[in-house]
């Protein structure tokens, strides 16, 4: 079950959206607010329980994923060949002394 806070309801859309990190979501779902009559989303939490099972079985529910290797090239990138803090260069050289024994 994914984290309640990362999923999405567009009511005048009959929409329920799962934002995954890291894959656009949010670009996607400010995108589709454009369309929505109401003045928001709502989030999940903010429906009582009934209304909830209501909307799981009445409203077109998706989410976007990401392709696993490019993900991983995407964060070795990232945190490795452009680290952008002292913390990320700490970690590379810690998971580069666990993977490389001996290395000078």
């Not at 090239?73 to 990320?88: G, H, R």
Request: proline share 10%; with cysteine; glycine share 2%.
């Amino acid at each position: 079950m994914p984290d309640p806070q990362h999923i999405v309801v567009i009511p005048s859309l009959g929409v329920l959206y799962c934002i995954t990190p890291k894959v656009a979501s949010r670009q996607w779902r400010a995108m589709l607010c454009q369309f929505d009559d109401a003045p928001g989303q709502t989030q999940w939490l903010d429906f009582p329980p009934e209304l909830q099972e209501k909307i799981v079985a009445t409203y077109f529910k998706y989410t976007f994923v990401r392709e696993p290797f490019e993900r991983l090239l995407s964060a070795y990138i990232d945190k490795f060949l452009y680290p952008k803090t002292e913390d990320q260069l700490i970690l590379f050289a810690e998971c580069y002394d666990a993977c490389v024994p001996n290395a000078q």
